[in-house]
């Protein structure tokens, strides 16, 4: 008896999408005994890896190290990357990508996976973009390159800026605009970067939280590295703020958290050109512009506690007004709301476990979703890995004879996909833009890659990132005229 196939089409790279890839090729032999096995990854951005490379601080080289694993995953036969791929109705503002209907797809592959994460930030309803207020994701989108990247921000016009929440990324966004432009330069900053922070005029960066610091989102790590800052001080804390009530147990990090807090940072607070705060209890209700001075704005800010009962912030009717340059809201991420299968109400894919849910609630034969598509924006790599070898595991229960398919059992097929496809065949959109150079390929990357170790190497740092526009030149050097 023939075995069932399972040529999979991933829509996204990023670590989930390569966390599930590497987990069946690994389950799966690539042998004549077992089930033929393809899995091809499409990604609208012309590099692979996701928030790997567009979302990790640059200063985190390591947190990159799971790179490896995806290059030994990109090697199997079974294996293929397609960037600069949009799939389906998504919003798309990079110009220069190859669409691909979700039709095209469906006709051309037995299983399907949404990996596509939650790529639009969370905007605060009293704080709309504009001049004087954009998300935190405008700017690691510039430090990182991305090709859908917002012009660079006026640093050199800036003393003051706020940022609205106070998780990893608000962290990291402080960070950049706070760490000597020596010390960036080692690592994987894009030069046009590096030359906007040496002409920054940053002075203070203000990070403002709705509820207290046993209810930070921000890691230890993150903190640490804030604290540690070599030419920036920390404004010290009330100390009341860092007093729990007296018959609150506190977990380890809450403690180690009122404990760095307390201490302070390593240099004085008022001995170094930079400073920055952590203004707990205070949550945004509007922004205004003085006419009399339109470089600044004023940031309306209703102060909060937290109930006992819901653990929620809630307004005590007092107010403040700061007055800053620039007002960085980083409130979370979600999904798409053109995507195929996107709840409104999750700010996701609608799934039960790895299976994506119809509208009456059912599953959909031979389709999944992994990561933040099926999660929402949140944990680690880890958890990523540990959800998408889940997943992983449900796709094999669909098809191995000796694995029992994971719940739900009663499956619907409102999507037709190719139960006997063409093991090795591509979508003919994705073809032809393959021959056109606009669509790439995992080797096409790899040639890319080592091409920035390299130029960074020539001047003394982690790498020298390409943009498309340049990875294209340098890719049109490599081929046959």
């Known amino acids: 008896m023939a075995l069932k196939p399972l040529k999979l089409a991933v829509i996204g790279a990023g670590p989930s999408a390569f966390y599930v890839a590497s987990r069946i090729l690994s389950l799966v032999p690539n042998t004549a005994t077992s089930p033929p096995v393809r899995v091809h990854l499409f990604d609208r951005l012309w590099a692979p890896h996701g928030l790997v490379r567009y979302g990790v601080a640059p200063d985190h080289p390591e947190v990159k190290n799971c790179t490896h694993k995806f290059d030994a995953t990109a090697s199997d036969s079974r294996f293929r990357f397609f960037g600069n791929v949009n799939v389906g109705e998504a919003i798309n503002p990079i110009s220069h990508i190859q669409h691909?209907?979700?039709?095209?797809?469906?006709?051309?592959?037995?299983?399907?996976?949404?990996?596509?994460?939650?790529?639009?930030?969370?905007?605060?309803?009293?704080?709309?973009?504009?001049?004087?207020?954009?998300?935190?994701l405008s700017l690691v989108h510039w430090y990182t390159q991305h090709p859908n990247r917002p012009p660079p921000p006026?640093?050199?016009?800036?003393?003051?800026?706020?940022?609205?929440?106070?998780?990893n990324v608000s962290l990291d966004v402080a960070r950049m605009l706070l760490t000597p432009v020596s010390t960036l330069a080692k690592y994987d900053v894009p030069h046009p970067v590096l030359e906007a922070l040496s002409r920054s005029t940053v002075k203070h960066v203000s990070i403002i939280a709705r509820r207290g610091p046993l209810e930070a989102a921000?890691?230890?790590?993150?903190?640490?590295?804030?604290?540690?800052?070599?030419?920036?001080?920390?404004?010290?804390?009330?100390p009341s703020i860092l007093t729990p009530p007296p018959d609150l147990p506190l977990t380890r990090q809450q403690s180690r958290t009122l404990q760095l807090l307390g201490k302070g940072s390593k240099n004085a607070f008022g001995s170094t050109p930079k400073t920055w705060s952590l203004d707990f209890y205070r949550s945004p209700t509007g922004i205004t512009i003085s006419p009399d001075d339109p470089s600044t704005a004023?940031?309306?800010?209703?102060?909060?506690?937290?109930d006992p009962k819901t653990q929620r912030a809630v307004p005590t009717g007092e107010s403040s007004t700061l007055p800053t340059s620039l007002v960085v809201t980083s409130l979370g991420f979600h999904g798409e709301p053109t995507a195929s299968f996107y709840d409104p109400g999750l700010g996701h894919l609608r799934t039960?476990?790895?299976?994506?849910i119809t509208n009456e609630g059912h599953g959909l034969r031979n389709v999944y979703a992994s990561g933040w598509a099926a999660t929402g924006a949140k944990g680690v790599l880890a958890s990523t890995m540990i959800n998408a070898y889940a997943t992983a595991n449900t796709v094999l229960g669909d098809v191995l004879p000796d694995r029992e398919p994971e719940e739900p059992k009663e499956l619907v097929e409102d999507v037709v996909l190719n139960p006997d496809p063409d093991l090795d065949a591509v979508p003919i959109e994705v073809e032809e833009g393959i021959k056109d150079g606009k669509v790439t390929q995992y080797m096409d990357w790899k040639k890319v890659d080592e091409e920035e170790i390299r130029r960074g190497q020539e001047i003394g740092k982690e790498r020298e990132r390409m943009s498309w526009e340049e990875a294209k030149a340098f890719l049109g050097t490599l081929r046959p005229q």
Do not use: Q, W
């Open 154 to 167: 006026a640093l050199d016009k800036l003393t003051h800026v706020s940022i609205i929440g106070n998780g």
């Open 100 to 136: 691909l209907p979700l039709t095209s797809l469906f006709k051309t592959y037995s299983h399907v996976l949404f990996a596509t994460g939650c790529t639009l930030p969370t905007l605060h309803s009293a704080l709309p973009p504009s001049n004087h207020c954009i998300p935190a």
């Open 352 to 356: 039960l476990g790895a299976r994506v």
């Open 218 to 238: 921000f890691t230890m790590k993150e903190l640490r590295e804030l604290i540690n800052l070599p030419d920036s001080s920390m404004v010290p804390i009330d």
């Open 298 to 306: 004023h940031l309306s800010l209703a102060h909060t506690m937290v």
